[in-house]
């Protein structure tokens, strides 16, 4: 459902991040294997990294104020909903934020459901064209950090 939204999109550019354990597409950014520390490919895992490291601590934190967004309770709606529920949860939780209300957090249960529930973008036995594809927009994403670095 999310694939076939992203790649409906006119005239935007959006990317989603996952770990070496999704496969490499159009729309789903993987690290590059093997990247040398300091070439233009281990800058990019670099920051790759640190994105998602940031959106997974931000999730957490989100999942913990806000039990609706656990994985064992599925948003059964499609993308644009999804998104609108999630962003009034970040609202609500900036607002709890403002005024001094403490968030609880995961237990340990919890953290455990969710990793063993999620399930990745598609997976890597996919076709080499797929594959193709993402090399070609993950080398341009890479590109164009490049050219923004200097």
């Avoid at 070439?39 to 957490?60: A, D």
């Amino acid at each position: 459902m999310i694939r076939n939204h992203l790649e409906g999109l006119q005239d935007e550019t959006v990317y989603l991040l996952g770990d070496s354990g999704y496969a490499l597409r159009e729309h789903m950014m993987t690290p590059v294997d093997n990247a040398v520390e300091n070439s233009p490919e281990g800058r990019y895992n670099y920051l790759q990294k640190r994105v998602r490291c940031t959106i997974e601590r931000t999730f957490g934190v989100l999942k913990g104020r806000w039990r609706c967004l656990l994985a064992a309770r599925e948003l059964h709606y499609c993308p644009e909903t999804a998104g609108k529920i999630i962003l009034a949860c970040c609202v609500l939780h900036n607002m709890c934020i403002r005024a001094g209300i403490e968030g609880p957090e995961l237990t340990e249960e919890e953290h455990q459901s969710e990793r063993t529930r999620q399930v990745p973008f598609e997976t890597a036995a996919s076709s080499t064209q797929a594959l193709q594809a993402g090399r070609r927009a993950r080398n341009s994403l890479i590109q164009m950090l490049e050219r923004n670095r200097r």
